[in-house]
T-cell receptor, first 112, second 115 residues
Framework: ELKVEQNPLFLSMQEGKNYTIYCNYS?????LYWYRQDPGKSLESLFV?????AVKQEGRLMASLDTKARLSTLHITAAVHDLSATYFC????????????FGAGTILRVKS | GAVVSQHPSRVICKSGTSVKIECRSL??????MFWYRQFPKQSLMLMAT?????????EQGVEKDKFLINHASLTLSTLTVTSAHPEDSSFYIC???????????FGSGTRLTVV
């Protein structure tokens, strides 16, 4: 059974600080996704990582993928309040019918 | 980019009635659509996968007679919650894929409240 584990589940950080959210998965994946969810809203796509060593950056967020370690990271640089949201990683595996399996999510609160 | 429209965004219904939620891919053909359910402060739970023109595949523990899914065309899937009860109150989200590089596109979600 495919498992996707995220940690931490809750993260409270000060503005201006850096931090990393980790996403481990239990089997070989085809693609890894990061999403953002604001309260009461649906998912907003942040990154799609396709291959080992992939690194993508958008603003203060940077995602990377290590397929050998089955690990993806979402790094937050110099956090600002607007980044407060819940972040999910999800893994796409064709042998499971090409469907997403989500991590539990990380609730991020950035304090001024 | 790919857009998925989901309606209604909010619905309140009485216990025992049925509610239909629509999910449309606006600018691409969705070979596969997915329905998720999300409880407060929890992750998304996949309920079922539907392919155009065929019966939906339900995840273990999801009652297929209660959650009716129809994927009649390459751009439309519907989820009908039949004989709704308060415990069915939740946030329902659809997503769609054309099976290519672009991955999955999510609808805006439907907040269902059963009173």
């Amino acid at each position: 059974e495919l498992k996707v584990e995220q940690n931490p589940l809750f993260l409270s950080m000060q503005e201006g600080k850096n931090y990393t959210i980790y996403c481990n998965y239990s089997t070989t994946s085809d693609r890894l996704y990061w999403y953002r969810q604001d309260p009461g809203k649906s998912l907003e796509s942040l990154f799609v990582l396709l291959s080992n060593g992939a690194v993508k950056q958008e603003g203060r967020l940077m995602a990377s993928l290590d397929t050998k370690a089955r690990l993806s990271t979402l790094h937050i640089t110099a956090a600002v309040h607007d980044l407060s949201a819940t972040y999910f990683c999800a893994v796409d595996i064709m042998e499971y019918g090409n469907k997403l399996v989500f991590g539990a999510g990380t609730i991020l609160r950035v304090k001024s | 980019g790919a857009v998925v429209s989901q309606h209604p965004s909010r619905v309140i219904c009485k216990s025992g009635t049925s509610v239909k939620i629509e999910c449309r891919s606006l600018d691409f053909q969705a070979t596969t659509m997915f329905w998720y359910r999300q409880f407060p402060k929890q992750s998304l739970m996949l309920m079922a996968t539907s392919n155009e023109g065929s019966k939906a595949t339900y995840e273990q523990g999801v009652e297929k007679d209660k959650f009716l899914i129809n994927h009649a065309s390459l751009t439309l899937s519907t989820l009908t919650v039949t004989s709704a009860h308060p415990e069915d109150s939740s946030f329902y989200i659809c997503s769609a894929t054309s099976g290519d590089f672009y991955g999955y596109t999510f609808g805006s979600g439907t907040r269902l409240t059963v009173v």
